[in-house]
């Protein structure tokens, strides 16, 4: 293996999740399990809401693209993930691995943004219902898609040439499931203060910002909803937030775990642990999350099927 500087840099080795042996076979079948429901229930969502126009509007054109993000997002890492646990070596190459990072980031950072435009889809819908279809404009949703699109490229580039211009000395293990930023940065020679410094400054800008945007949404929502005079009117305007608020929830509380602290402060068992949220669980709860606690989505789910049965 040829080592010395990173473009010479034949490949790596990933840790995985666990080293236990008597793990690995139980853990590939959990993980396999979560993986095809990711990929059914996204797939799935996608096609429902392509297929019928009663969904066609800014709310389920955001859930439309938020569906193909996890799809996208789960596939960069879970189908590698469950090779090394039935292989003896786990192995990436060097430019496999960069590329895992690029769309790993990229898949991220727009699920960040993609969950601010749906809170904002929901604070137009709730505080200003009149003026909702020429706010939320077909103009307006791809512009608001197109944004999050290209922050998530720019960002994604940023830590990616950042990684590039790095130096890899003997050691090439990667004490992680996937080619993450933190754990690919410690096997550095060089000097990685810059590396850690940008992703601290440029992921808390952006999970501060899109947050502090959530967080003004919903306190704008909290006091259009408690001057609702009817419960059934309250209880309705909840149900449309609450699926949105549980995908924030699970989304950014594990990303901000392992990106808004210095990385000698956490070992990286605890990362791999909070990326297993964001890169697994939370891809496949989204569209439970949002089919199952959304009354358009059942009723049209059920029309299909009665459509296909008789």
Known sequence: MAMGNSSFMA??????????????????????????????????????????????????????????????????????????????????????????????????????????????????????PLLYNITMSPKMCVNLMFGSYLMAFSIAMTHTGNMLRLTFCDAHTINHYFCDILPVLQLSCMSTYVNELVLLIVGGINIIMTCLTIFISYGFILSSILHISSTEGRSKAFSTCSSHIMAVSLFFGSTAFVYLQPSSAMSMNEGKISSVFYTIVVPMMNPLIYSLRNKDVILVMRKNLKRKIF
């Open 11 to 128: 490949e790596f080795i990933l840790m995985g999740l666990t080293d236990h042996p008597d793990l690995q076979l139980p853990l590939f079948f959990l993980f396999g399990a979560m993986y095809t429901v990711t990929v059914l229930g996204n797939s799935g969502l996608i096609t429902l809401i392509g297929m019928n126009s009663h969904l066609h509007n800014p709310m389920y054109f955001f859930l439309f693209n938020l569906s193909f993000i996890d799809l996208c997002h789960s596939s960069i890492v879970t189908p590698k993930m469950l090779i090394n646990f039935i292989s003896r070596k786990n192995i990436i190459s060097y430019s496999s691995c960069i590329v895992q990072l690029y769309f790993f980031c990229f898949f991220g950072v727009s699920e960040c943004y993609v969950l601010t435009s749906m809170a904002y889809d929901r604070y137009v819908a709730i505080c200003n």
